[in-house]
T-cell receptor, first 109, second 113 residues
Framework: GIQVEQSPPDLILQEGANSTLRCNFS?????LQWFHQNPWGQLINLFY???GTKQNGRLSATTVATERYSLLYISSSQTTDSGVYFC???????????FGAGTTVTVRA | DSGVTQTPKHLITATGQRVTLRCSPR?????VYWYQQSLDQGLQFLIQ???????AKGNILERFSAQQFPDLHSELNLSSLELGDSALYFC????????????FGPGTRLTVT
């Protein structure tokens, strides 16, 4: 079955709007990372957050490990926030990252 | 800049050919991972090396092979290329593995014609 599920699959925002992206995972995890893939294909590390809450500028993330989900918040979105956001996890005794299908975010000016 | 370097950035080749993709990990990282991103399969793990030895294998085809050298750089060899091998190939590195944060290189975009 699906191990990492992201929602929504697509999100269209007006510049300045706030949004929340969700990642559900099927088991306890040793590692959870959020990435932004920009239009040039680069995967940018946003957060390493197997549990707890972190903030970096307009972005913040929360992982509730006991309930097996993570949220990525984008505030005051800008056109440069457009791209695909991936959640990826590493399950116990596993070395690889398993990626969700991503959320495609389009921010319109 | 993640500190992980990959060469080349783009590669165009014909079916049946063989190519080599190269990756240098971040300074101090011992683990190297290879991932493939294709339109139909998403981002998938191929293989991991730790300090020169293979540690984990994912959905890597038998036509593909990899190695990690004593200076910790890694190469991914793709042979008998097929149209379906066209994809973005990422290398990532981490200090050790598993629970450590992974940092991704810029990727190599392979087009097989």
């Amino acid at each position: 079955g699906i191990q990492v599920e992201q929602s929504p699959p697509d999100l269209i925002l007006q510049e300045g709007a706030n949004s929340t992206l969700r990642c559900n995972f099927s088991d306890s995890v040793n590692n959870l990372q959020w990435f932004h893939q920009n239009p040039w294909g680069q995967l940018i590390n946003l957060f390493y957050i197997p549990s707890g809450t972190k903030q970096n500028g307009r972005l913040s993330a929360t992982t509730v490990a006991t309930e097996r989900y993570s949220l990525l918040y984008i505030s005051s979105s800008q056109t440069t926030d457009s791209g695909v956001y991936f959640c990826a996890v590493a399950f116990p005794n596993d070395y690889k990252l398993s990626f969700g299908a991503g959320t495609t975010v389009t921010v319109r000016a | 800049d993640s500190g992980v370097t990959q060469t080349p950035k783009h590669l165009i080749t014909a079916t049946g050919q063989r190519v080599t993709l190269r990756c240098s990990p971040r300074s101090g990282d011992l683990s190297v991972y290879w991932y493939q991103q294709s339109l139909d399969q998403g981002l998938q793990f191929l293989i991991q090396y730790y300090n020169g030895e293979e540690r984990a294998k994912g959905n890597i085809l038998e036509r593909f092979s990899a190695q990690q050298f004593p200076d910790l750089h890694s190469e991914l060899n793709l042979s008998s290329l097929e149209l379906g091998d066209s994809a973005l190939y990422f290398c990532a590195s981490s200090f050790r593995g598993g629970s450590d944060e992974q940092y991704f290189g810029p990727g190599t975009r392979l087009t097989v014609t």
